[in-house]
């Protein structure tokens, strides 16, 4: 195990996970995800390969003994009136019910919505009043005769959430000031699936600055789709398919292109509404869609030239560039056909 992943497991207990652990569990398709890498960061963080088998053994346990499925609910219940006593691991949601002036929970697998639940989870866990968690929860059989209203002989004793219930900043700072800024910046990315060891710094903190922009405008992008969708639909669509002794359209970290169709007197940047504007994005290694608002056939042949203008305009806003093959062609700053050579000279800090 390398040491970023010894000190990551060591910090963040029972927090980290291998995912490679998770294909190895054999439970049913209905498991959810979280549920194993919960329990194989509880029972599996470690680099000891005897250590690993059996926790394994215990993650397979613990979920043939203890996961409620929605078909097993009546006879889960009935083991827990034998046994008095159970640990179950299922999702629980909590509801306030006037009528009764009281909170009940509900265990949805379980199949009961009158389990009683001590007070103070609410206050620590107030997702339970949000949709509620997937939890291990220990429930007991007790009925009381003398309660009053409804009724019900299942109490929970303790919850522990498997998700996120809520989240304790202080916590995470002080984890976070134990690794130093190269360790974290490999760490992000090892979280996202990533090896830093084949990347550079700079390369490293554009996936990182890519990242958080994406999620930044992931909201954004919601909100204004309902308007762009009516827009883009006005410009004339064409696929571009490239005959087959051309060569390839390449891709890059940022492929749509926009840009105006004809020399323009004053400084105002093209936009997705603006006519005589052209819109581009390769779909393929052999196609790429166009837009204008001009008419267009709906298929266009595209050869050598035609391929390498549009792989200018893919690459124009990257900053990395992708191809198929070694070699890939586009227009020089003087109209001619370059080669991948040519453009790793036209930019000096490029990276082969």
């Not at 652990?21 to 329990?39: I, Q, T």
């Not at 599996?44 to 613990?62: E, F, M, Q, S, Y």
């Not at 004793?157 to 998700?163: E, Y």
């Not at 400084?267 to 790429?288: D, E, F, K, W, Y």
Request: hydrophobic share 40%.
């Amino acid at each position: 195990m390398p040491e970023l992943d010894r000190k990551s497991t060591s910090v963040f207990a029972g927090k980290v996970v291998r995912k490679d652990l998770v294909r190895k569990v054999k439970v049913g398709a209905n498991v959810p995800v979280f549920v194993l890498e919960y329990l194989l960061g509880k029972y599996c963080a470690t680099d000891d390969p005897a250590a690993i088998d059996a926790g394994l053994r215990v993650v397979n346990t613990t979920l043939t003994e203890n996961f409620v499925r929605p078909d097993e609910a009546n006879a889960v219940q009935s083991k827990v009136k034998d046994k008095g006593k159970y640990t179950l691991i299922d999702k629980i949601k909590v509801r306030y019910l006037s009528d009764d002036d009281k909170h009940w929970a509900e265990l949805v697998n379980f199949g009961h919505k009158n389990v009683h639940v001590p007070e103070h989870y609410l206050r620590e866990f107030d997702r339970l009043l949000m949709g509620g968690v997937w939890a291990q929860v220990e429930i007991r059989h007790q009925y009381d005769e003398e309660q009053k209203g409804k009724r019900s002989p299942f109490w929970i004793d303790s919850l522990k959430p498997i998700q996120l219930a809520n989240f304790d900043f202080d916590e995470y700072r002080d984890c976070r000031v134990q690794f130093n800024t190269e360790e974290w910046i490999d760490l992000l990315l090892r979280t996202i699936g990533m090896e830093p060891s084949h990347f550079d710094r700079r390369l490293k903190l554009l996936f990182l600055t890519r990242l958080g922009v994406e999620k930044a405008l992931a909201t954004v992008e919601r909100q204004q789709a309902t308007a762009l969708i009516p827009v883009l639909a006005k410009r004339y669509w064409s696929l571009w398919l490239v005959r087959d002794n051309a060569p390839n359209l390449v891709c890059s970290d940022s492929p749509v292109y926009l840009g105006w169709t004809k020399q323009m007197r004053d400084s105002q940047p093209p936009g997705l509404g603006v006519l005589n504007t052209i819109v581009t994005v390769p779909l393929s290694r052999r196609i790429a869609l166009v837009g204008t608002f001009e008419p267009l056939p709906k298929e266009h042949e595209v050869g050598e030239t035609e391929v390498a203008r549009l792989n200018s305009s893919t690459t124009m806003y990257g900053s990395v560039v992708y191809s198929a093959v070694p070699d890939f062609v586009w227009l020089t700053g003087d109209g001619k056909i370059g080669n991948r050579q040519d453009f790793l000279h036209s930019e000096p800090d490029a990276n082969p």
